[in-house]
């Protein structure tokens, strides 16, 4: 399965923006969708995931009530709109899809390239 994500850019705090990842294909090992962010030295860090079929989402508490993940199947397409954007949500972000819902990024075993999101003040 590879991945492509896109989307990503510069906005001003309190601003939009909306990542989209697409998927070569879907297998029963890429169930789930999920995005990541690495902010430059720290961890990366989990932001949300989408079941394909079920289309169950669950968000990190950093990220809750300002993002949204959603799904188009026709097109394999995840994508992550962000909304009330702040600095610290500056980051690279990441899509990634695997065969369980985890927050864990080593569940997860395709990743796409990542996509820079630059949020200023």
């Known amino acids: 399965v590879q991945l492509q994500a896109s989307g990503g850019g510069l906005a001003q705090a309190g601003g939009s923006l909306r990542l989209s990842c697409k998927a070569s294909?879907?297998?029963?090992?890429?169930?789930?969708m999920s995005w990541f962010r690495q902010a430059p030295g720290k961890d990366r860090e989990f932001v949300a995931y989408?079941?394909?079929?079920?289309?169950?989402?669950s968000y990190a508490d950093s990220v809750k009530g300002r993002f949204t993940i959603s799904r188009d199947e026709e097109r394999s397409t995840v994508y992550l709109q962000m909304t009330s954007l702040k600095t610290e949500d500056t980051a690279v972000y990441y899509c990634?899809?695997?065969?369980?819902?985890?927050?864990?990024?080593?569940?997860?075993?395709?990743w796409g390239p990542g996509t820079q999101v630059t949020v200023s003040s």
């Open positions: 990634a899809t695997g065969a369980i819902a985890s927050d864990w990024a080593g569940q997860y075993g395709h």
């Open positions: 294909r879907r297998t029963f090992t890429s169930r789930f």
């Open positions: 989408i079941g394909w079929s079920s289309g169950y989402s």
